[in-house]
C-alpha cells in the first residue's frame, strides 16, 4: 500500500475523531449545521485546532495570503478557464449536482475567491488542517479532493470562470 | 508514599540518569570511534539513502533499483521480460518494445548495466543494459525509470560484452559471445574454423538518446566475452576480452581452456570513423528491430532496419590488435587514469595489466609476435605493465576507488582483493559469501569513482538466508572501503543474478525525476481529456471504450451493448495529475495483464468477451479511501443480440 494511503487513512481517523467531538458539541447545543444538506461554508471560528490565522480561516491555506483585487471579469481568461474546469475538475464535480465533490456553479456563493483558489491549489494542507475542508471531507465519503497540479495561472483563470458563472446566478436572481 | 520517600526517590532517580547519561555518553563515543556497522547501513524511517544502485536481474531480464547503504529495493524496471504487474509487454502500447527480427519475444537474459556518462562520469540520464540471449540493447530513462528503447544487434549469436560506454556516450560497444557463420547460414558445426566469425558493434547514441548501429567489425571467430572503453588517454580506443582462441565448438569447458593466453582485442574507434568516412567498409543485408517508447504518444514504435556497415581487419590496417592475455579473460576494465588495462583471466593465476602508453609505443616500433587470422598480436612483454601476484582463484572483474587502488572479485576464493596500481602489490583481502561474479563500486568504471563502497554481486547464497527451497536467493554484499581494511557492513538478496551493478549518488537522479505526465501533454490518439468525452464506439465487431479514471470512478462504469465475439479496446485515460496516484484496470476472465496506468497517460487493455453475462471490472492499485467503490460493470450478450451500445457513469 502507498504511504500516501496510509496518511490519509490516520489523518481520515484523526480528523473523524475531531469532528465527531466536535458533532457532538453542536447537536448537544441542538444546533443544526447540515440544513438541507447545504455545502455553506462553516462557522469555522469555534474550531481551530490547527492554529490557523484569521485570513486562513477566512479565505485558507496556500499561495494567495491577502485578499485579492478582482478587477472587471476577464472574459477570455473564463473561456480558458471552463477548458479546465472540463478536464481537470469535472471528472469529480458538475455545476449543479452532487458528485464526487459538491455542486460548484454556486461556489463563490459558499466561498471566498481566495479561498476558491487556495483550495485548488493546495487541497493536500488544507484538508489537512482547515476545519471547512474538513467538514466537506466527512460530508463527501472522505474522499480527499485530488491535487490536479494546476498553476497559479490557471487557478485564477478558472476563479474567471466561476465569476461568470456566479454573475449569471445573480442576474437571474434579479431578474 | 510519604513526601520524604518521593524525594529521595526523585533524587536518587536523577543520579541514576546522570550516570546513565555519562555511561551512554561514553558508549556512543566508543562505537563512533569503532564504527558501528549498524549505524553505518541503517536508514532511519522515512529518510533517503546515498547511492542507487542498479543491478542486473539476470535471467528474469529486468533491472533492480536499490538504495544503499539500506540494500532497500524500490523497484524492478522491466526491459526484456514481460512484466504483468506493470502491464509491460501486455498492453497495447508496450507490446511494440519487445519486438525483434524474430518477432514478439517475451523473455531475455540481462546482464550488464551501464549509466550514461559525461566527460566520463556517470550523469544519471540513461542506464543501458544487454540482452544475452537475442542482441540486444537497451536505453532505460532514469528521470521515468522506464525503458526508453530497445535496439537489436544484427550479425550476433549472443551479446554479452555489452554496454560500455565512450566518455560521452560516442558508443555503447557490444561484442559477440558466441560466435556464428555471419551472414547466418546453414552449415555444418564442425566448419567453425572456416566459417563461424564473430563482431564487435558500435552503437552510436544521439543527444536525446536515440541508438544506432554505426558500424560492426567483424573478427576471428573467438567468444568475445566483456569490453571497457578507454578514457582520458586512451579515449578513441575500446577494448574487449576474448576466449576459445581454439575456437572449439564442443565441450568448451576442456577445448577452450587449451592455451595459456587468449586476447584483448584493442579497437581504435577513431581510426575506424575515419575508415567509414573513406568509404572503406561493406554494406551488408541484416534483419534488425529498434523500438523506443514516445512519451508524448504514450506508445512503443518499432522500425526495422535492414543493412549495417561492416568493417573488415584486413582492409583496415591499424583499426584493431590483439593483447596477449593468460588465461580465457573474462572481465576487461579501465582504470581512472586511462592508463592501465585490467584483464580478469579466469584460469590464470596472475591478474595481467597491460599499459596504454606502452601498446602505443609497441604499435608504433611494430613489437608483434606474428598475427591471428590477418590481426597483429602484440609481444606480451611489450605491453604489460605489471601482474598482480597472490591475487585469489579465478579473477573475474576489476574497479577502483580513484585513489590509487583496484579491487578485483576473485569467484572460486569466493573473496574480493584489494591491490595498489604501480606496485601491484594486494594490500588487503575480504571473503565474500558466495562465489562472487561482478562487483561495483559507485562510478568504479568511470574516469572519477565516488568510492565509499565495494558491492560484491554473488551468485550462490547458499547458507546465508532462510532456505526456500531448491532455488535459493542470489544477493549482494556491501563492503565499506573507506579505510584500510575492507569491511562487511550488510547482505541483501537481489532480484534474479545480479551479473553487474552501477551505481551513483542519489541527488544526481532525483533532481530529474518525473513525478506525473502533463495531461496537456497527451498526443495518444485514443486519449480521453475529459470525462465528459468519455465514451463507447462499436465499430463491426471492435469496441473501442474511450474511459478514463480518477479518485475514485471509471467513466463510464456501466456499459451495454457488448457482445461475444466483439474485440473490446478500452483505452483508459487516468486523469490523475498527482505524483504516486496510477490507477489500476482489469476485467474479470480477461486473458491479458491488469493495466497499471500513471497520471496522465492513456493505456490500452484488450478483451475478448468469451460468454454472455456480467462482467466486473475493478481498479487494481489502492487509489484512495474508496478505491474498493472503484468499479464498474459490463454486459455481454450472445452474438447476434440487439441490446444496444450504452453506457454511464452516476445517476
Not at chain 2, 560484452?161 to 546453414?186: C, K, L, M, Q
Not at chain 2, 583471466?345 to 611494430?366: D, R, W
Not at chain 2, 490507477?583 to 496506468?597: D, P, S
Request: aromatic share 10%.
Amino acid at each position: 500500500m502507498k504511504k500516501i494511503i496510509n496518511i490519509v487513512y490516520t489523518d481520515i481517523i484523526l480528523i473523524s475523531s475531531i469532528l465527531a467531538i466536535v458533532g457532538l458539541m453542536i447537536t448537544a447545543c441542538g444546533g443544526d449545521s447540515d440544513k438541507s444538506g447545504s455545502d455553506e461554508f462553516s462557522n469555522v471560528q469555534k474550531t481551530n485546532p490547527s492554529g490557523l490565522s484569521d485570513f486562513e480561516l477566512k479565505h485558507g491555506i496556500g499561495p494567495i495570503k491577502k485578499e485579492l483585487k478582482l478587477g472587471p471579469i476577464d472574459e477570455a481568461k473564463a473561456l480558458e478557464g471552463e477548458k479546465i474546469f472540463e478536464s481537470k475538475c469535472a471528472t469529480c464535480h458538475k455545476l449543479d449536482e452532487k458528485y464526487t465533490g459538491p455542486a460548484q456553479r454556486n461556489v463563490l456563493q459558499r466561498v471566498s475567491p481566495e479561498f476558491f483558489v487556495n483550495m485548488v491549489l493546495n487541497p493536500d494542507e488544507n484538508t489537512e488542517k482547515h476545519p471547512h475542508a474538513q467538514e466537506m471531507l466527512l460530508k463527501y465519503n472522505m474522499q480527499k479532493m485530488t491535487n490536479q497540479n494546476i498553476n497559479v495561472k490557471d487557478a485564477l483563470s478558472l476563479l474567471e470562470y466561476f465569476r461568470v458563472l456566479d454573475r449569471e446566478l445573480k442576474q437571474k436572481s434579479t431578474n | 508514599m510519604s513526601k520524604k520517600y518521593l524525594k529521595a526517590l526523585i533524587i536518587a532517580a536523577s543520579i541514576v540518569a546522570v550516570f546513565a547519561l555519562i555511561h551512554s555518553g561514553c558508549q556512543q563515543q566508543k562505537d563512533v570511534l569503532s564504527g558501528s556497522t549498524a549505524d553505518q547501513v541503517f536508514v532511519p524511517p522515512g529518510s533517503y539513502d546515498d547511492f542507487y544502485l542498479f543491478t542486473s536481474g539476470g535471467f528474469s531480464g529486468q533491472v533492480g533499483v536499490y538504495g544503499l547503504p539500506s540494500g532497500r529495493l524500490f523497484r524492478v524496471i522491466p526491459v526484456f521480460s514481460q512484466d504483468p504487474e506493470k502491464s509491460y509487454g501486455y498492453s497495447e502500447e508496450s507490446k511494440p518494445m519487445l519486438n525483434t527480427s524474430f518477432g514478439f519475444l517475451p523473455w531475455d537474459d540481462a546482464h550488464h548495466p551501464e549509466l550514461s556518462q559525461t566527460n566520463g562520469i556517470p550523469d544519471g540520464k540513461w542506464l543501458f543494459i544487454n540482452a544475452n540471449n537475442t542482441p540486444r540493447v537497451a536505453r532505460i530513462d532514469l528521470s521515468t525509470f522506464t525503458t526508453a528503447e530497445i535496439i537489436e544487434i544484427p550479425n550476433s549469436g549472443g551479446n554479452h560484452g555489452s554496454p560500455f560506454t565512450t566518455e560521452n556516450g560516442e558508443y555503447i560497444v557490444a561484442s559477440t559471445r558466441f560466435s556464428i557463420p555471419i551472414p547466418n547460414r546453414d552449415v555444418p558445426i564442425s566448419s567453425y574454423k572456416e566459417n563461424f566469425k564473430g563482431t564487435l558493434t558500435f552503437i552510436s547514441v544521439a543527444k536525446d538518446g536515440k541508438m544506432s548501429i554505426a558500424f560492426q567489425i567483424l573478427v576471428p571467430g573467438f567468444d568475445y566475452d566483456l569490453a571497457h572503453a578507454g578514457k582520458g588517454p586512451s579515449h578513441g580506443w575500446a577494448f574487449f576480452t576474448s576466449y576459445n582462441t581454439e575456437q572449439a565448438n564442443t565441450l568448451l569447458e576442456v577445448n577452450a581452456s587449451q592455451n595459456d593466453k587468449d586476447f584483448v582485442a584493442a579497437v581504435n574507434w577513431k581510426k575506424a570513423e575515419e575508415f567509414i568516412a573513406a568509404g572503406n567498409y561493406k554494406t551488408m543485408k541484416a534483419t534488425y528491430y529498434r523500438n523506443h517508447f514516445d512519451e508524448k504518444k504514450h506508445m512503443a514504435f518499432s522500425e526495422k532496419n535492414t543493412d549495417v556497415k561492416v568493417l573488415s581487419p584486413a582492409d583496415c590496417p591499424g583499426l584493431i590488435y590483439y593483447l596477449p592475455t593468460p588465461k580465457s579473460p573474462h572481465g576487461v576494465d579501465v582504470d581512472p587514469s586511462g592508463e592501465y588495462i585490467v584483464a580478469g583471466g579466469k584460469l590464470a593465476t596472475v591478474i595481467p595489466v597491460h599499459s596504454f602508453s606502452k601498446m602505443l609505443k609497441a604499435i608504433e616500433n611494430e613489437e608483434f609476435d606474428g598475427d591471428a587470422q590477418g590481426i597483429p598480436v602484440l609481444k606480451y612483454e611489450s605491453v604489460i605493465a605489471g601482474e598482480v601476484e597472490n591475487c585469489g582463484l579465478g579473477p573475474l572483474h576489476t574497479e577502483f576507488d580513484g585513489k590509487g587502488f583496484a579491487y578485483t572479485s576473485a569467484f572460486i576464493s569466493s573473496e574480493i582483493v584489494k591491490w595498489e596500481l604501480g606496485t601491484w602489490q594486494v594490500v588487503d583481502r575480504i571473503p565474500t559469501y558466495y562465489s562472487i561474479g561482478h562487483l561495483n563500486i559507485p562510478g568504479g568504471d568511470s574516469k572519477k569513482p565516488w568510492g565509499k563502497y565495494v558491492i560484491a554481486l554473488n551468485k550462490i547464497t547458499k547458507d546465508r538466508y532462510l532456505p526456500t527451497g531448491p532455488e535459493l536467493t542470489q544477493s549482494a554484499q556491501l563492503i565499506d572501503i573507506s579505510g584500510d581494511k575492507m569491511k562487511l557492513l550488510l547482505d541483501f538478496p537481489t532480484v534474479g543474478e545480479p551479473h553487474y551493478a552501477q551505481s551513483l549518488p542519489a541527488d544526481l537522479v532525483v533532481k530529474n525525476s518525473r513525478k506525473i505526465y502533463l495531461i496537456e501533454e497527451n498526443e495518444h490518439p485514443y486519449v480521453t481529456k475529459a470525462e465528459k468525452d468519455a465514451r463507447v464506439e462499436r465499430n463491426g465487431n471492435e469496441v473501442h471504450v474511450y474511459m478514463t479514471t480518477i479518485r475514485t470512478h471509471f467513466a463510464p462504469d456501466n456499459i451495454e451493448g457488448i457482445k461475444v465475439g466483439d474485440v473490446v479496446y478500452f483505452h483508459l485515460t487516468n486523469l490523475e495529475q498527482d505524483w504516486d496516484i496510477p490507477h489500476g484496470f482489469a476485467v474479470k476472465g480477461a486473458r491479458t495483464a491488469e493495466l497499471l496506468i500513471m497520471p496522465g497517460v492513456t493505456e490500452t487493455y484488450t478483451w475478448r468477451p468469451q460468454f454472455a453475462g456480467i462482467y466486473p471490472f475493478y481498479c487494481t492499485d489502492f487509489c484512495s479511501a474508496l478505491h474498493q467503490e472503484m468499479q464498474g460493470y459490463i454486459r455481454v450478450s450472445e452474438r447476434g443480440s440487439n441490446v444496444p451500445i450504452s453506457y454511464k457513469v452516476g445517476n
